[in-house]
């Protein structure tokens, strides 16, 4: 109860903030935050799509990690996990095609333009798709549990394939994070601050929704058990 | 004296989509002995008869083969011979050829006269080159048996072992069941109990839910 | 009766087994192999009437023809484990042999059927299609060679894992894309370095993938094949 209020109040915090926090082009009080070059104001964006990206690749690792549990020890609450792990990744993958489009609208003038990172996001999508596509296909449910498991392993395996391939194929259109490489980052500490706050209430709200449905799934699980034959 | 030759069942349960087929199911047979497994139409005997086999996963339990030494998975198809309803030839092959198939994916040299001398004995022309496919039920049935014969298996399991089969088909049964009794084990699964009048061990799968 | 020493039989027999049957089966039939020749020169008929006498460009032309071995892979590699579950011998294969010499032998086949209905693929494409010419071969060679070996290891795992399913048709591509497309993409370029005529150093980061690719999915295979298979 104290979770589901907290993490309501954190996000709506971090979102008014990262909304109006002026963005100047020298920071001198401690709200304001840096303008990046080319993007201005729409470099907001970044405190949404960013989180809802990271979220979608950490469902999916999720998924397959009680996948490969449910493998192994054929308890269906890890099945069911792993079933909720994928669909909020899925949720969050949605999300993040969208606000990475929205945000190659604003930087480049296109939606869409195969770039390795938009064209990376869509592939998880089309990953989860076809992992509720063959989940949909299977009615047994030790079948199902199983079969999803091992499809997940497999694209999960040829994943890292594509980001070796990307490069080779298409010059990248992506600007440079402006927080990875050591000591280059661009940003100041407002909005280093910011940024990881949304990072934090996003996932504190994904675990909340993955907890959420969990606990749902294991009760319809458990009282239909007891009620069928 | 403990024979080499043994199965034994232990705590064997199966459930399927949540609907429990049976549970707590166990037999022991030793070599020279006759399991007997009955029940009524849907009590599970094919299921037991799968998991024996190692078809099917049970979903609590184990059988445990002994031939000397524990019998691993990847040694059993050299173990056991099955004739059932449920288990297809390969049907676009004649019946030589799958015979030469029983032999060759578990690995086994084919040896040529003998399957044509074990086609003759189960009553089929060895010279018929068609496919099984072409073939009536009691004639597949035959061929079943041929092919579960064929590398002399140490347990032989027969589910419905009459099946389909005419007078002549039943006594070619009852000659391979008595020949199996002898030195090896034999395991029945059946609604008929004339199939399998003495039997050294019984699973009776009725009210086990 | 007195245990025998050697119970087992020969794995590699029981792999040949496997592949023979599947073989032999289908030079009597010949299902499959009509229908994927037809779909091929029906595609690339397609093709041919859409391009016209245009020349499309190189890239173009190196990613249509993937695109039409992609599409005759998803119509033709299934069929090894499909079949036996509609026949009904998946059991019987069961019965008779190892997990692992299913896998590997079904795998053969697929290799075996992949780079025939490739073969075939390209030279129509080749002598047909307008402008698309190979002009450093060996980059071009390579890249069918393990490009189709890739396509043959990806396929058969998803087979078998469709074929439990039940509207296994549709789902195979929608599974199959994703797996594949780090494969397609590597070709694809490859392909196009070879058209261009580049030096085969060129294309030895495309190479160092497709080799990785196929060692990392066979092997996830013959780590997961076993819970697909069995019951």
Not at chain 1, 16 to 22: A, D, K, N, V, Y
Not at chain 3, 18 to 27: G, T
Not at chain 3, 62 to 84: D, K, N, P, Q, Y
Not at chain 3, 131 to 136: D, K, L, S, V
């Amino acid at each position: 109860m104290a979770f589901r209020i907290a993490v309501g109040l954190w996000l709506t915090l971090v979102v008014i903030l990262s909304l109006s926090l002026p963005m100047v082009a020298r920071p001198e009080h401690w709200y304001d935050l840096p303008i990046v070059p080319g993007l201005e104001e729409k470099a907001r964006i970044l405190f949404f799509h960013v989180p809802t990206a990271w979220l979608s690749v950490v469902g999916f690792l999720l998924s397959l990690v009680y996948g490969v549990r449910y493998l192994r020890r054929r308890d269906p609450e890890d099945d069911l996990k792993s079933a909720t792990s994928a669909g909020i990744g899925f949720l969050f993958c949605v999300l993040a095609t969208v606000t990475g489009a929205i945000w190659a609208r604003f930087s480049w003038g296109t939606w869409w333009n195969w770039d390795p990172r938009q064209t990376s996001i869509f592939v998880l999508l089309l990953i989860y798709g076809a992992y509720f596509a063959l989940r949909s296909a299977i009615e047994v449910e030790e079948k199902r549990g199983t079969l999803a498991a091992v499809y997940a392993i497999i694209a999960g395996v040829t994943m890292p394939f594509f980001m070796f391939i990307m490069p080779r194929v298409l010059s990248s259109l992506h600007p440079e994070p402006i927080l990875n490489t050591q000591g280059k980052i661009q940003m100041n500490a407002t909005m280093l601050i910011l940024f990881l706050s949304s990072l934090a209430g996003f996932t504190g709200l994904a675990y909340w929704m993955w907890r959420l449905n969990v606990r749902m799934e294991v009760l319809l699980h458990r009282h239909h058990g007891q009620s069928g034959a | 004296m403990s024979s080499p030759l043994h199965i034994a069942g232990a705590g064997l349960c199966k459930v399927f989509n949540r609907r429990q087929v049976f549970s707590d199911v166990q037999f022991q047979v030793s070599q020279s002995e006759r399991l007997l497994i009955t029940g009524r139409n849907g009590s599970g005997k094919s299921t037991l008869v799968r998991i024996l086999c190692g078809l099917l996963t049970p979903s609590a339990g184990s059988v445990v083969i002994r031939w000397g030494h524990e019998v691993q998975e990847v040694e059993r198809p050299g173990v056991i011979g099955l004739v059932a309803p449920y288990l297809q030839m390969f049907e676009e092959f004649s019946a030589i050829e799958n015979l030469q198939l029983a032999a060759s994916l578990r690995g086994y040299p084919f040896e040529r006269g003998r399957a044509e001398h074990l086609l003759g004995r189960v009553g089929l022309d060895i010279k018929r080159k068609d496919a099984v496919r072409s073939y009536s039920s009691g004639m597949k049935q035959r061929v079943k048996y041929a092919f579960a014969l064929l590398h002399r298996p140490p347990i032989l399991v027969l589910d419905e072992p009459m099946a389909n089969l005419d007078a002549d088909g039943v006594a070619m049964v009852r000659e391979v069941m008595e020949e199996q009794h002898q030195e090896r084990i034999l395991v029945v699964a059946t609604n008929d109990l004339s199939d399998c009048p003495r039997a050294d061990a019984q699973v009776n799968l009725d009210g086990r839910t | 009766m007195a245990a025998p020493e050697v119970i087992r039989g020969s794995w590699l027999r029981s792999v040949g087994a496997v592949f023979m049957k599947d073989w032999r089966a289908e030079l009597r039939t010949r299902y499959a192999v009509s229908a994927l020749l037809m779909f091929v020169v029906t595609t690339i008929a397609i093709i041919m009437f859409s391009l016209g006498s245009e020349e499309a460009p190189a890239d173009v032309l190196s990613g249509m023809l993937w695109v039409v071995i992609f599409f005759g892979a998803m119509s033709g590699l299934a069929r090894t484990f499909v079949v036996e579950e509609e026949r009904g011998t998946a059991m019987t294969l069961q019965l008779l042999t190892t997990p692992g010499a299913v896998y590997f032998g079904k795998l053969l086949f697929n290799l075996v059927l992949v780079f025939g209905l490739n073969l075939v693929t390209i030279a129509l494409y080749g002598l047909f299609v307008n402008g698309f010419i190979i002009r450093t071969v060996s980059i071009f060679v390579l890249t069918v060679v393990l490009g189709s070996a890739g396509f043959a290891a990806a396929a058969t795992i998803l087979a078998a894992i469709i074929a439990r399913a039940s509207t296994k048709g549709t789902l195979y591509p929608v599974l199959a894309f994703p797996v594949l497309l780090p494969l397609l993409l590597a070709v694809i370029n490859a392909t196009r370095l070879a058209s261009e005529g580049a030096a085969f150093s060129e294309a030895s980061g495309e190479f160092q993938l497709l080799v990785s690719y196929i060692a990392v999915v066979i092997a996830a295979s013959t780590l997961v094949f076993d819970y697909v298979w069995k019951d």
